[in-house]
Nanobody
Framework: VQLVESGGGLVQTGGSLRLSCVVS????????IGWFRQAPGEEREGIAT????????YYADSVKGRFTISSDKTKHTVYLQMNRVKPEDTAVYYC??????????????????WGKGTLVTVSS
């Protein structure tokens, strides 16, 4: 099982960035996939989740209206479109998968598989 993130980098405040997470080794449709982030000295938090059984999406309040999660099943890829970024969005971003049926962003304890992360730095 692998989840591989890409697309991180340096972006200016107010700019946009798109992260990608390519998944392999499991049946894409059986899992909910989420994006998490962890800033230095902070706990890891779930910020966006997509459920492939019904297409539902969930967002943390901190990113709602600015970030969008989507997926391309043909490419086994989940995306996180980040718009109007702020310095407080600076963090390592991880994608993760769970088979547990969730009705919110995926709790950290529910995760079955993690990617290794990609760093996003927002300059002020």
């Amino acid at each position: 099982v692998q989840l591989v993130e890409s697309g991180g980098g340096l972006v200016q405040t107010g700019g946009s960035l798109r992260l990608s997470c390519v998944v392999s080794g499991f049946t894409f449709e059986d899992y909910a996939i989420g994006w998490f982030r962890q800033a230095p000295g902070e706990e890891r938090e779930g910020i966006a989740t997509i459920k492939h059984n019904d297409g539902s999406t969930y967002y943390a309040d901190s990113v709602k209206g600015r970030f969008t999660i989507s997926s391309d099943k043909t490419k086994h890829t989940v995306y996180l479109q980040m718009n109007r970024v702020k310095p407080e969005d600076t963090a390592v971003y991880y994608c993760a998968a769970t088979t547990i049926r969730v009705h919110s962003t995926i709790p950290v304890d529910f995760v079955d598989y993690w990617g290794k992360g990609t760093l996003v730095t927002v300059s002020s």
